[in-house]
């Protein structure tokens, strides 16, 4: 009624969810977190206007750690005490996801990170949540490809010693691909704050590899691509892992890049039907491809409202189960169930690098995606 304020009659509107998502939205890995909140957003648009999860819309609280340790400590604990989400969502590094998810953990709410792969992360107990594969399993795809597929046998690997993704996914390769009948004639690791790696990539030159192994950062990997083609070493020498995939490794060193293969969850043009419904909507509204970045937040979050709408209760704990009990869940990056140990086993897309985008090439550990 007009002027007459509230009616006391009329139903109140539905308190929303609130979720929190900790994301590196500054800093030294901007750009993971950006994607990711893209794929997020994307997420809750869905939700929302198909009437939210139980007639409630669904809230994200973002917060930005700035790629920082101890910023995402603080951030998870001001998500969780002050906001008091239900659900936590992030991160995109292996490093930064165990800081939160320790504190997601100890206070009870469950967290799904989208894309940290480090083994250790799940471990940290029973609220702790990934869509993405693990490293064990990529750095034997990795290896299989190299060895195999490949049929290249003198390895060298070049690594970050203070990433617990990168020396991890180093270590996982390693083991695999020695297993494999591979030959590591040159290993080097350098410390994630180093920006000069001529040192490294000369004597990885002087050891005459076939290939070489490098499970890091797009922002690492753009300086040593341009590093390594100077010293007479084309980018497609380089193998790696998912830490590549970011619209600036194309952009900034595309062309030294240029025929290399990576691990990784997803390509845009991966033959997946699930993969293409979220491509044709991310595209309308970015206006270009997702990363796996962004598909894998869109991911999380997808799986994360489905178990609300299947939880119990709306309690973080029955939420927590019943992301538990996920099975064949259909996503962009293929189908999603959640294990006994909160991981996803999931299928590997190998990318190449051609003519400045991600392209796929093949698909290993293959779970008959639908
Ligand atoms: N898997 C990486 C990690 O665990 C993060 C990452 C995923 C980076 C996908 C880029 C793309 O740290």
Sequence with gaps: KEGAGKDPS??????????GAYLSLSGAETQFGIETKEGIELAVDEVNKKGGVKGRPVKVFYEDNKSNPQETNNKVLQLVTRDKVVALLGEVASSRSTIGGIVANKHKIPMITSSATAPEVTQIGPFVFR????????????????????????IGILYASDDVYSSGLAT???DAAKKLGGEIVVEKSFIKTETNFTTYINEIRDAKPELVYAPIYYNAMVPIARQAKAAG????????????DAETLLQDAGEEMEGAYFTNHYAPDVPWPNAQAFLKAYKERFKRDPSSLSSLGYDSAQLLFDAMGRAKGDTPESIRDAIAETKNFAGATGT???????NADKSIVI????????????????????
Excluded at 337 to 342: F, G, L, M, Q
Excluded at 352 to 357: A, F, V
Aim: hydrophobic letters at 40%.
């Design 336 to 342: 999603i169930t959640i294990d006994p140990n909160r």
């Design 233 to 244: 070493m084309p980018g497609s020498m380089f193998v790696g892992g998912d830490g590549w």
């Design 351 to 370: 990318v190449q690098i051609k003519n400045k985008k991600f392209t796929y090439f093949a698909a290993v550990n293959d779970k008959a995606q639908k």
């Design 10 to 19: 009329a139903p109140a509107a539905a308190e929303p969810w609130k979720v």
């Design 172 to 174: 996982q390769f390693r």
């Design 131 to 154: 869509v993405c594969f693990t490293d064990d399993t990529q750095g034997q795809m990795g290896a299989e490809f190299v060895v195999k597929t490949m049929g290249k046998k003198r």
